[in-house]
Nanobody, 124 residues
Framework: QVQLVESGGGSVQAGGSLRLSCEAY????????MGWFRQAPGKEREGVAS???????TYYADFVKGRFTIAQDNAKNLYLQMNSLKPEDTAMYYC??????????????????WGQGTQVTVSS
């Protein structure tokens, strides 16, 4: 069983930065994809970025490209550096993971392990 624990959320003004962290506990094999999702009130959960432990490949949703950077360390630690934050980035951010040979499309059903979420609030 895998457990994911997020940290690093908070409140910031527009234009500011935050760094989210996620640590995975339990058995982590070589084929492990980790990613960040977010969900704003009244909206669907959406994929933000993903990283695969077996390579340097990463994925970013269009709405964060150039502002957010995902990094994975030792296949167990995942980070999301968020710069130039906007009020529309306000959401609960979730760390998610799945055992796979490549990172799958970022839909909720494709990721099997989830953290409890960490709140990010960006004020204008």
């Amino acid at each position: 069983q895998v457990q994911l624990v997020e940290s690093g959320g908070g409140s910031v003004q527009a234009g500011g930065s935050l760094r989210l962290s996620c640590e995975a506990y339990g058995y982590i094999g070589s084929y492990f994809c980790m990613g960040w999702f977010r969900q704003a009130p009244g909206k669907e959960r959406e994929g933000v970025a993903s990283s695969y432990s077996g390579s340097t490949s990463t994925y970013y949703a269009d709405f964060v490209k150039g502002r957010f950077t995902i990094a994975q360390d030792n296949a167990k630690n995942l980070y999301l550096q968020m710069n130039s934050l906007k009020p529309e980035d306000t959401a609960m951010y979730y760390c998610a993971a799945v055992f796979a040979v490549n990172c799958p499309v970022m839909t909720r059903s494709n990721y099997h392990y989830w953290g409890q979420g960490t709140q990010v609030t960006v004020s204008s």
